[in-house]
């Protein structure tokens, strides 16, 4: 069995069409047929459901995917950790982050490209069900995310920090001579929130129910960019990670109040597939973090209110 026969036959079930595969594959399409069929016999199962064209997987066809997929990320990280012994780290990292922790990235990436100068990173808004996702596919290499409520399954955690919540508003804005704002208050306002697919906006809800409110926002968005431009405009409001005052701390036109009550704080940090060993780019963020929290920077604590 060779490799590229098992790599063809994942972009087949990708594409579902024997000429598209073949062409992503730079090879002709009886290539492709013959490469799947000595898979078959060398498996001694059939693989492929055939007609005139391509109808779908067999069950053998549907197990054997799965594993091609784990065998192919396999060999990639295997040539990937051979070449980085030479040569150093070189590649992509792809790193999966919740909305609510885009605020801390930097961090993290300017850690990992300082122990790796010559690799990339690629950095993708995902919610903490599609991070379980990507990393169940070997789509992503990491997720930035909640490691404490609604937790993944079959990954290792890495703590970095804890996030607690402020209210946000325009520099105009009533609330905004405040020292602090109670919950009470945050829930009459004009709300512009995380959209309720958001790990984020299910916490506030249950934060919020705690305190005997109900958060009814006029405006949801599944990114904080959609968030600020509201706070921006309109009177809006919202309640946002602690991390918005490193991101706007020294920005004029908005204010960020601290909550009177004492809120629970949620623990963010790193998540990496339950294997062993892990992907090279995993290992490498995984050892760049190792030790380290956030919440003992410099930076990270001027960003934070005295007390």
Request: aromatic residues 8%.
């Amino acid at each position: 069995m060779l490799v590229r026969h098992l790599s063809y036959f994942v972009t087949l079930a990708r594409e579902r069409h024997f000429a598209r595969a073949a062409q992503l594959c730079n090879v002709t399409q009886s290539t492709l047929s013959a490469a799947l069929r000595k898979l078959e016999e060398d498996l001694q199962v059939a693989l492929v459901v055939r007609n005139q064209r391509f109808v779908g997987l067999t069950v053998e066809g549907e197990h054997l995917l799965a594993w091609a997929r784990q065998i192919l990320i396999d060999y990639d990280s295997l040539r990937e950790d051979l070449s980085g012994l030479r040569t150093g780290l070189k590649g992509t990292l792809r790193l999966g982050v919740v909305p609510a922790a885009m605020g801390a990235v930097g961090f993290l990436s300017t850690r990992f490209r300082e122990a790796h100068p010559d690799a990339s990173i690629e950095i993708r808004s995902l919610s903490s069900r599609e991070i379980q996702k990507g990393l169940d596919g070997f789509e992503i290499e990491a997720g930035l995310t909640y490691l404490e409520n609604e937790p993944l399954e079959r990954v290792r955690r890495v703590p970095l920090y804890h996030e607690r919540y402020i209210l946000a508003m325009r520099a105009d804005h009533p609330l905004a001579a405040e020292a602090r704002v109670s919950w009470v208050q945050a829930s009459c306002q004009r709300l512009c929130l995380l959209s309720e697919e958001m790990q984020n906006r299910r916490i506030l809800d249950g934060l919020a129910d705690a305190f005997g409110v109900v958060l009814r926002p006029t405006v949801v968005s599944n990114s904080f960019l959609g968030v600020c431009a509201h706070l921006r405009e309109g009177g809006f409001v919202s309640i946002v990670p602690h991390t918005f005052r490193h991101l706007f701390g020294g920005t004029d036109a908005l204010a960020m109040r601290d909550f009177a009550e004492a809120t629970p704080r949620q623990t963010i940090g790193l998540v990496f597939t339950d294997r062993d060993p892990l992907p090279p780019m995993a290992s490498a963020l995984l050892r760049a973090t190792l030790n380290f929290r956030l919440e003992d920077t410099p930076a990270w604590m001027a960003a934070l209110p005295s007390p």
